[in-house]
Nanobody, 123 residues
């Protein structure tokens, strides 16, 4: 079971940026497809983005295309979600997890959820 830890959330104004980090201490993340999910109050958790092993392919849900970028730093064993031009509707708790990642889809296949990191976009 791969245990992941999310960080980097915070309170930002609309139009600003944040970078979320997903780290693992005992596993090499490049051996896994990793995805980001988010859950806003009163809403179901949704898949936001994912990156395949070796960074060969990435997926983005339509609402974040052109604004969010997922990437890996294998030296730091970390997956990032760069979020630009943030909107109030991006407000949610963000989670990372191991996934099945395709060019047009993301499917959770982890063994549980971490605590996530809160992102609040508000003026």
């Amino acid at each position: 079971q791969v245990q992941l830890v999310e960080s980097g959330g915070g309170l930002v104004q609309p139009g600003r940026s944040l970078r979320l980090s997903c780290a693992a201490s005992r596993y090499t993340l490049d051996n896994f497809a990793i995805g980001w999910f988010r859950q806003a109050p009163g809403k179901e958790r949704e898949g936001v983005s994912c990156i395949t092993r070796g960074s060969g392919s990435q997926y983005y849900t339509d609402s974040v295309k052109g604004r969010f970028t997922i990437s890996r730093d294998n030296v730091k064993n970390t997956v990032y979600l760069q979020m630009n031009s943030l909107k109030p509707e991006d407000t949610a708790v963000y989670y990372c997890a191991t996934v099945l990642c395709g060019r047009y889809s993301i499917e959770y296949n982890g063994a549980g959820w971490g605590q996530g990191t809160q992102v609040t976009v508000s003026s």
